[in-house]
């Protein structure tokens, strides 16, 4: 078992930024893959980005692309996802998974998630 759990989020202008962490515990954190996801009221989960425990390579989701750094820090077991140039529609629930195999963007192939931590963006 992986537990996780999320902070760091809050409200925000936006253009301003928000640093979201993701500390894990119990199994051997280095060898997960960990993706950030969200989900904004009536929407489906969306992913915004992962990072690989191989070679820690990320990824991003478009709408994300550019604006957005997931880093990892093994030793403190914890997951960063640094977010600026914030946007109204980046308002979500952001959530940490872990998954063993994939590194994907499917959320289904990720074994264990965090409560999630409310980003709020105001215009």
């Known amino acids: 078992q992986v537990q996780l759990v999320e902070s760091g989020g809050g409200f925000v202008q936006a253009g301003g930024s928000l640093r979201l962490s993701c500390v894990a515990s119990?199994?051997?954190?280095?060898?997960?893959?960990m993706g950030w996801f969200r989900q904004a009221p009536g929407k489906e989960r969306e992913f915004v980005g992962v990072i690989t425990w191989s070679s820690g390579s990320t990824y991003y989701a478009d709408s994300v692309k550019g604006r957005s750094t997931i880093s990892r820090d093994n030793a403190k077991n914890t997951v960063y996802l640094q977010m600026h140039s914030l946007k109204p529609e980046d308002t979500a629930v952001y959530s940490c998974?872990?998954?063993?195999?994939?590194?994907?963007?499917?959320?289904?192939?990720?074994?264990?998630w965090g409560q999630g931590t409310q980003v709020t963006v105001s215009s």
């Open positions: 998974a872990a998954d063993r195999h994939y590194g994907g963007r499917n959320d289904y192939e990720y074994d264990y």
């Open positions: 119990g199994r051997t954190f280095s060898n997960y893959n």
